[in-house]
């Protein structure tokens, strides 16, 4: 268990510099120890100059003059463009400013040139359970458009892509698969919990732990710092994966956004990019099919999102990579290794004072496949080797793994045709089977309404329907219903949906439910009262009721369809793919 009492800097103690997260991917810095040199006609930045038109050279030269350029020395230095995410409403991404300038510094002393642009940073926490929350997931898709539009508009010669959160960690794995440049990754890092510096903590950040004390309750729920929520959510989730691709320094991914340490990374990865552009090491050469495979298996074992399901597939889907549903039940026998909140007492903060990623890499390497390149240009296989597990209660060897199944199972049967996911590391053994009568609503409201009257019951099973990608639209997630049966003391209590959850969700809660209900899945012929089996263990998600019944019902049915403001949302409804294909536009 995590110590207890206020804490701030969790280096462990007697570990010296060379032997810290720091000091992995430090070591591997080298290749932007020297100014880089490119021979004129190799860049993509020489355009800028040496264009087929005389006069449009001369206009270039002129117009970056105003922004502070020399494009003299575009034609030995490369041009680095830096997608930033600093938002100040979004906690994740509220430093990110700082972190860009020592990216800055890093491009400028190892020899480049570079140009910093921003796109923005929905917190999903600020939209959850109310109307804003369906237009969260849609921004995935934009900003990755944003990103990818931009570039291929400009010269650039290598990409640094910094981020934090839910949608715009995968949002820049997608850009930088479509462009396939010189790219790499710097995370915005974990925050702080505040449960961790208030009395009467009880050696464990969860939520969970501390449901009979309301004033440590809402310190589970208060961000002290700066940094991603300090939990296995979405965030951190794709924060980890991007050190089981190789997209960032090794060990940069898990310093939390407010410690020192961080500044030193982003000073590193502005090096090592300008080195990236010399080598010729583009972002395909960290997205093959090994390193999916690589990020599904890591994913289970970390107790990742739910969400991994529905982003690893849009990220492969823009690097020409085959991922599927398929795919994350073969995987179905990596243990969860990590018992990181929502699933454990741990925060992110413990895995990286106990080692951080590299080391958890080190304990799922049988599961690898480590021959996969990293930006480091070396194997993944070097970045496991140079790592140390510093705390083996936190990072435990594979066989005494926090649970002996995966993170996330891929469930399916008659309610989910094309499957359905749950995050089995969530849920407690006593409800990985149940069976209870269906309460169905078509609105969060209307269930959030029902929940706070008292009538949901122990053993029911909530259906949140039309809650889809098309549905919605924009799949919202459901962290609302599902806090509020917490609050209710409703541990006997599941859910069902067509949405989705955020990663602080626990409990027996299954989303992306395909097909969805907008797009006639059996999930829209459920009636209250209807019997709902779930089996975890056994894969299965059945609804108790007849073909010839849910027949007659489909003759009559109509669809529940939500109203949605003239704009973007329209367009988005009538292209988005279902979950099971990464709710990707087609």
């Not at 925050?191 to 501390?210: C, K, L």
């Not at 007849?546 to 403001?565: G, M, N, Q, S, Y």
Request: one cysteine or more.
């Amino acid at each position: 268990m995590m110590s207890s009492g206020p804490r701030t800097d969790t280096r462990p103690t007697g570990v010296s510099e060379d032997l810290g997260a720091v000091a992995v991917w430090g070591s591997q810095r080298e290749s932007g120890d020297n100014i880089m040199s490119v021979e004129a006609g190799k860049k993509r930045s020489d355009i800028i100059s040496n264009s087929a038109s005389p006069i449009m050279n001369m206009f270039r030269k002129g117009l970056l003059h105003g922004a502070g350029y020399d494009t003299d020395k575009f034609r030995t230095r490369p041009l680095i463009a830096i997608a930033n995410s600093h938002t100040e409403l979004t906690t994740g991404h509220a430093h990110l400013d700082r972190l860009a300038r020592k990216v800055h510094d890093g491009i400028l002393a190892a020899g480049g040139e570079c140009a910093e642009f921003n796109v923005p940073a929905p917190c999903d926490g600020v939209a959850m359970a109310h109307d804003g929350m369906r237009f969260v997931l849609a921004q995935r898709d934009l900003i990755a458009d944003m990103i990818e539009t931009h570039v291929r508009s400009q010269p650039y010669d290598g990409l640094v892509v910094i981020a934090g959160c839910d949608k715009i960690n995968p949002a820049m794995m997608m850009a930088a698969a479509r462009l396939d440049l010189p790219t790499i990754y710097l995370s915005a890092g974990p925050g702080q919990m505040d449960i961790r510096n208030a009395s009467g903590q009880r050696g464990t950040i969860d939520h969970g732990d501390y449901g009979d004390d309301a004033q440590l309750l809402a310190k589970t729920a208060t961000c002290s710092t700066c940094g991603a929520c300090e939990i296995m959510g979405t965030a951190n989730t794709f924060q980890c994966l991007a050190e089981a691709f190789g997209l960032c320094l090794p060990g940069s991914s898990n310093i939390p956004g407010w410690h020192s340490d961080k500044l030193a990374a982003a000073r590193g990865t502005g090096e090592r990019i300008v080195g990236m552009v010399r080598e010729g090491l583009n972002a395909r050469q960290m997205f093959t099919p090994a390193a999916f495979s690589n990020a599904v298996r890591i994913a289970m074992a970390i107790g990742a999102s739910t969400n991994t399901a529905l982003h690893l597939p849009a990220v492969a889907k823009a690097a020409g990579v085959s991922l599927g549903m398929a795919d994350f039940e073969a995987a179905g026998e990596v243990p969860t290794l990590l018992a990181v909140s929502p699933n454990g007492p741990y925060g992110v903060q413990d895995l990286w004072a106990a080692g951080g990623m590299p080391a958890v890499l080190k304990r799922m390497e049988g599961f690898l496949d480590t021959s996969c390149m990293t930006v480091t240009g070396k194997p993944l296989k070097a970045t496991i080797d140079a790592a140390r597990v510093v705390n083996e209660a936190v990072i435990p060897p594979v066989e005494k793994a926090f649970r002996p199944t995966s993170a996330i199972t891929v469930l399916r049967g008659n309610l989910a045709p094309d499957t359905a996911i749950v995050k089995q590391a969530g849920v407690q053994p006593s409800m990985l089977k149940c069976k209870g009568p269906a309460a169905c609503f078509n609105t969060e409201e209307d269930a959030l309404a029902a929940i706070g009257a008292g009538r949901i019951k122990q053993g029911d099973v909530v259906v949140l329907r039309y809650l889809g990608p098309r549905g919605a639209p924009g799949m919202p997630e459901m962290l609302g219903a599902t806090m509020a049966l917490k609050m209710k003391g409703l541990k006997q209590a599941a859910l069902v949906t067509d949405g989705r959850f955020s990663g602080a969700t626990s409990g027996p809660c299954v989303g992306h439910i395909c097909p969805e209900a907008s797009d006639g899945g059996p999930i829209a012929l459920i009636e209250d009262g209807d019997l709902i089996e779930i089996d975890i263990p056994g894969r299965q998600l059945t609804l108790h009721v007849d073909d010839a019944t849910l027949a007659k019902r489909r003759a009559v049915w109509k669809p529940f369809e939500h109203e949605v403001p003239d704009g973007f949302m329209r367009r988005y409804r009538k292209h988005v793919r279902p979950a099971c294909e990464g709710a990707v536009l087609d």
